[in-house]
């Protein structure tokens, strides 16, 4: 089992960056896929980005391609979501989470097929 800590986030300004970070612990990180999620208030549950257990293959959501990057440092059990030219539509609750049961290539996109959780962060852009 995985425990994930979140840190970053914060106010900033439209066209502002940020960077979120995931520190996993309890188990082999490695051997989990890792992706990003963000919910607004009265929202359901969004899709941001994914990578695979190497960190070679991503995937993002068509919202953020060109200004998010998703990356992992599997020696410091660390995931990362760097945000570029933050838009006001960017803000909500982001969490962080690893999945572990897919096979291969596979990157899983919704949030059903994580296993765990982060505590999430706030992230909020100001026009």
């Known amino acids: 089992q995985v425990q994930l800590v979140q840190s970053g986030g914060g106010l900033v300004q439209a066209g502002d960056s940020l960077r979120l970070s995931c520190a996993a612990s309890?188990?082999?990180?490695?051997?989990?896929?890792m992706g990003w999620f963000r919910q607004a208030p009265g929202k359901e549950r969004e899709f941001v980005a994914a990578?695979?257990?190497?960190?070679?293959?991503?995937y993002n959501a068509d919202s953020v391609k060109g200004r998010f990057t998703i990356s992992r440092e599997n020696a410091k059990n660390t995931v990362y979501l760097q945000m570029n030219s933050l838009k006001p539509e960017d803000t909500a609750v982001y969490l962080c989470?690893?999945?572990?049961?897919?096979?291969?290539?596979?990157?899983?996109?919704?949030?059903?097929?994580?296993?765990?959780w982060g505590q999430g962060t706030q992230v909020t852009v100001s026009s």
């Open positions: 989470a690893a999945e572990s049961s897919s096979l291969g290539y596979y990157i899983p996109i919704t949030s059903r097929e994580y296993d765990y």
């Open positions: 990578i695979n257990r190497s960190g070679w293959s991503t």
């Open positions: 309890g188990a082999t990180f490695s051997t989990y896929k």
